[in-house]
């Protein structure tokens, strides 16, 4: 059988609400040299048959039904059936041009990339159900680049893009065989792409840059108000972990020590700050007086406060609480905004924000 150039592969799980849309995506891609697994991860919807239903009209896609493992093992069920040369990860909530895996081959092959990273697009869902588009990787840069290992981990990691595998061409042969295999945590439910990505780009030698915006990538703001609370030493003890392996990273891509040093304190600040918004999930067990200690010891720190003037203007409010060193009115303060969901309301406001200055500044220059 002859080998695809590309296996996409997507994990699903309870995803029929969006699963023939992406699926739809692939079947009228203009590339024609692919495979497609889905992995359906015990789906408790319609998901599984809607696979089924696509593999029986289309012999590119094959299907795996497998007991629940989470994404991670979804992947490595994929992986390990693979047989292009090229592995592409999806994923089945989202959507993609039609052109996606054309630019995507078309430049590994014009740069022999081993990793091809291409921008993408939040299409953030509101309340009313309708959702507003932002370039997340905007470039003025129409044009492909080939980038070192180096200036590509930079580039991802300044632009908060490096945590995920989804929309991007890797090639096979880095994931390995046998003892030196490079698999996704299948203990791990959070963090598992950035820990494969950290593991799987010291091993290439170039990664090419694709500026066109080809996926898009749904962001269900609604969802987000029923994430559930995490074990915060748990959380700590994981997010220490990716920092530690980062800074390895950085040292063994060659990054400039200074920059490296910049790089880090901007995930050491982010990941603390992702573990504080953690603590006001609407499932929290943690006490008020419980969350006021925790933020005066992990927060409420010289280390940590000397870091904070690299957070941008939307954490103007958490900087100055926390220099004020005041953790009852902090916690007062974010209780509100965390419990009420006046936080998320916010947010699309923000982000409407956003998308207004990007138009206004397209029709300036029209």
């Not at 599984?48 to 795996?64: K, P, Q, S, T, Y």
């Not at 954490?315 to 916690?331: A, E, F, M």
């Amino acid at each position: 059988m002859k080998q695809p150039a590309i296996s996409v592969i997507l994990p699903i799980y309870n995803v029929a609400k969006y699963l023939r849309k992406s699926l739809g995506c692939l079947m009228t891609q203009t590339f024609r040299d692919f495979d497609v697994i889905l992995v359906d991860d015990e789906s408790s919807d319609e998901s599984g048959n809607i696979c089924d239903e696509h593999a029986a009209r289309d012999l590119r896609f094959r299907v795996i039904h497998q007991k629940n493992k989470g994404p991670g093992g979804a992947r490595n069920a994929g992986i390990d059936s693979a047989r292009g040369k090229y592995i592409l990860f999806l994923d089945p909530d989202d959507w993609y041009e039609t052109d996606m895996l054309e630019r995507l081959w078309d430049t590994a092959m014009a740069h022999r990339s081993d990793i091809v990273v291409g921008a993408f697009m939040i299409e953030d869902v509101l309340f009313d159900g309708k959702s507003i588009s932002l370039n997340r990787l905007d470039s003025q840069d129409v044009s492909p680049r080939l980038f070192s290992i180096g200036e590509a981990l930079r580039f991802l990691e300044e632009c908060s893009a490096f945590d995920v595998v989804w929309g991007r061409l890797y090639k096979r042969e880095l994931f390995g065989k046998g003892k030196q295999k490079i698999r996704f945590d299948e203990g791990l439910r959070k963090g598992e792409d950035c820990l494969f990505n950290l593991n799987v780009f010291p091993k290439a030698k170039t990664v090419s840059w694709l500026p066109k915006p080809l996926y898009h990538y749904v962001f269900d703001s609604r969802m987000s108000l029923t994430r559930s609370y995490q074990p915060i030493d748990d959380l700590l003890k994981h997010e220490d972990r990716l920092l530690a392996l980062r800074k390895k990273a950085y040292e063994s891509a060659g990054i400039e020590r200074e920059v490296a040093e910049a790089l880090y304190r901007e995930k050491y600040l982010h990941a603390r700050l992702t573990n504080f918004y953690n603590m006001y999930q609407k499932n929290t067990p943690l006490t008020h007086r419980e969350r006021r200690q925790k933020i005066e010891s992990l927060f409420m720190t010289d280390d940590y406060l000397l870091g904070l003037k690299q957070l941008n203007n939307r954490q103007k409010l958490w900087l100055k609480l926390l220099k004020n060193k005041n953790s009852r009115l902090l916690d007062t303060i974010y209780s509100t905004l965390f419990f009420s969901g006046l936080h998320q309301k916010a947010r699309f406001i923000w982000r409407c924000g956003l998308a207004a200055k990007k138009w206004l500044k397209r029709d300036a220059f029209k």
